[in-house]
């Protein structure tokens, strides 16, 4: 009853914002528009939004649709958000980097980061791309970021929610040890809930093996922003 009643109320929260589409970086001006974040507080609602609205939807979507602030202090966040997505952009040629509203979503694919089947330890191709992303994580300290790990459709759903958040929780690990704060890393499964693909071909299913990230501002990015730093 406590997972329905959250589950109302986030898509109260979240109906109006969802109708706002993503848009790559080349097309954004994020830094001349109304602005979303996801500060520490937001960071709970945007992981309310991932787990239930986002599944079936779009979890790392629903994760930057977290809080809401406007004015002059979301113009700086939304500045500060642009140089980071194209920094990530420039840094993991394949990754699928979209602005969204003040947040960026980033999607690794399987070839990109990946397991063993059947496993949740990461392959070395999968540490040296993770290397890349947690450079620009530390050099953007002001951010909270939503792990969300992805199954294809093989297997029951329970094992596939399991694995997921197994593999979640392992990248969030392999960052930690890389040197980014155990504290601004949230880590979700999502079982086979968010196919990007058929899953009736292995290529689909392929797609669908995959790791996201929404990158949100936390507290101190909003106070800066605030002050105009």
Same mark, same amino acid.
């Given at each position: 009853?406590?997972?329905?009643?959250?589950?109302?109320?986030?898509?109260?929260?979240?109906? !109006?914002?969802?109708?706002?589409?993503?848009?790559?970086?080349?097309?954004?001006?994020?830094?001349? /528009?109304?602005? &979303?974040?996801?500060?520490?507080? $937001? !960071?709970?609602? +945007?992981?309310?939004?991932? *787990?239930?609205? +986002?599944? #079936? $939807?779009? !979890?790392?979507? #629903?994760?930057?649709?977290?809080? @809401? @602030?406007?004015? &002059?202090?979301? *113009? =700086?966040?939304?500045?500060?958000?642009?140089?980071?997505?194209?920094?990530?952009?420039?840094?993991?040629? #394949?990754?699928?980097?979209? /602005?969204? *509203?003040?947040? @960026?979503? =980033?999607?690794?694919?399987?070839?990109?980061?990946?397991?063993?089947?059947?496993?949740?330890?990461?392959?070395?191709?999968?540490?040296?791309?993770?290397?890349?992303?947690?450079? @620009?994580?530390? *050099?953007?300290?002001?951010?909270?970021?939503?792990?969300?790990?992805?199954?294809?459709?093989?297997?029951?759903?329970?094992?596939?929610?399991?694995?997921?958040? /197994?593999?979640?929780?392992? &990248?969030?690990?392999?960052?930690?040890?890389?040197?980014?704060?155990?504290?601004?890393?949230?880590? %979700? $499964? %999502?079982?086979?809930?968010?196919?990007?693909?058929?899953?009736?071909?292995?290529?689909?299913?392929?797609?669908?093996?995959? &790791?996201?990230? !929404?990158?949100?501002?936390?507290?101190?990015?909003?106070?800066?922003?605030?002050?105009?730093?």
């Amino acid at each position: 009853m406590k997972l329905k009643n959250t589950y109302i109320a986030a898509s109260l929260f979240s109906s !109006a914002l969802l109708l706002t589409s993503c848009e790559t970086v080349q097309n954004s001006n994020h830094q001349q /528009r109304g602005t &979303v974040v996801g500060a520490a507080a $937001g !960071a709970v609602i +945007g992981g309310v939004l991932g *787990n239930n609205v +986002g599944k #079936g $939807g779009n !979890a790392p979507a #629903g994760a930057v649709l977290g809080g @809401i @602030i406007g004015g &002059v202090a979301g *113009n =700086v966040i939304g500045n500060r958000m642009d140089k980071q997505a194209k920094e990530i952009k420039q840094t993991l040629p #394949g990754a699928e980097v979209e /602005r969204v *509203n003040e947040g @960026i979503k =980033v999607t690794l694919p399987e070839k990109m980061v990946n397991f063993a089947f059947d496993s949740s330890d990461l392959t070395a191709t999968s540490k040296e791309n993770l290397d890349k992303l947690a450079q @620009i994580l530390i *050099n953007n300290p002001d951010t909270n970021i939503n792990i969300y790990g992805h199954t294809d459709s093989k297997g029951t759903d329970e094992y596939n929610q399991k694995l997921s958040e /197994r593999r979640a929780n392992s &990248v969030k690990n392999y960052l930690i040890s890389k040197g980014i704060a155990s504290s601004r890393l949230f880590p %979700m $499964g %999502m079982g086979e809930a968010e196919p990007k693909a058929s899953n009736e071909t292995e290529a689909g299913r392929a797609q669908n093996r995959r &790791v996201e990230f !929404a990158i949100t501002a936390n507290e101190e990015m909003i106070k800066d922003a605030q002050q105009g730093k």
